[in-house]
């Protein structure tokens, strides 16, 4: 039924939907979407959990409401979580560079969950899980509505000029100077100050990068998107 897939049978059956919902007599806002297998005999067999998209593994902790989890970062500013994994079954750590449809984990029911499913949401203008806004991963999941792959290169690069604002991919590695980016700054939103083409420094004025106001290293145009 779906386009996109997050366990590896790809015949996810959907159990709660995005939005408000009743649960135990209470109104409460689901921030997320649930499933288990379509054929229910697979539903307490080790399912595994895959990554929606290409991405960096930014997260993945045990909670007690959200259970073994994992959350990915993917290009655009787009966050998806994965929740109630079963225990000792996470494949991935934070920093990992995944591609879609790697498993990351098995389908469990730990922390608030009342049985083996997978809860899975979506947030946009994120680059970790303590911003940017939820909404319904049904639309990505019918293909109805695409998030940003890991390969995807910004459209409008050529165009970049100072004072733009702008996102780090988080897929964006090393500066101009060659040292890592910190991963806290994946993602990123920062202003262009200066463009390499007016540096003095030959080595930076051909690297085709950009100088941001807070981030004090030429970031590569590649690895930055207009916002
Ligand atoms: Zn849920």
Not at 51 to 57: P, R
Not at 82 to 92: A, E
Not at 187 to 192: L, R, S
Request: hydrophobic share 35%; net charge positive.
């Amino acid at each position: 039924m779906y386009k996109n897939h997050v366990i590896a049978t790809k015949n996810e059956l959907r159990t709660s939907p995005f939005g408000v919902r009743t649960r135990n007599g209470r109104k409460e806002q689901h921030n997320g979407w649930d499933c288990v297998c379509e054929n229910r005999i697979e539903r307490t067999s080790n399912i595994d959990v895959i990554a929606f998209a290409d991405g960096e593994v930014v997260s993945t902790a045990k909670d007690f409401v959200m259970g073994n989890y994992v959350n990915i970062a993917h290009a655009g500013g787009f966050l998806t979580c994965y929740r109630h994994l079963k225990d000792n079954s996470i494949k991935v750590k934070q920093g990992d560079t995944v591609k879609a449809e790697q498993p990351i984990g098995l389908m469990g029911t730990t922390g608030d969950s009342s049985g083996v499913h997978l809860h899975f949401a979506v947030k946009v203008n994120s680059s970790n899980i303590s911003n940017g806004s939820y909404v319904d991963p049904e639309p990505y999941l019918t293909g109805a509505k695409s998030i940003g792959s890991g390969t995807q290169s910004a459209p409008s690069n050529t165009a970049l000029k100072v004072g733009d604002m702008v996102r780090i991919l988080p897929t964006a590695d090393k500066y101009v100077t060659g040292e890592t980016i910190p991963i806290r700054l994946k993602g990123a939103t920062d202003e262009i100050m200066q463009l390499s083409d007016t540096s003095r420094n030959p080595a930076i004025r051909n690297a085709d990068a950009v100088l941001l106001k807070h981030i004090y290293s030429w970031v590569k145009k590649s690895d930055v998107q207009k916002i």
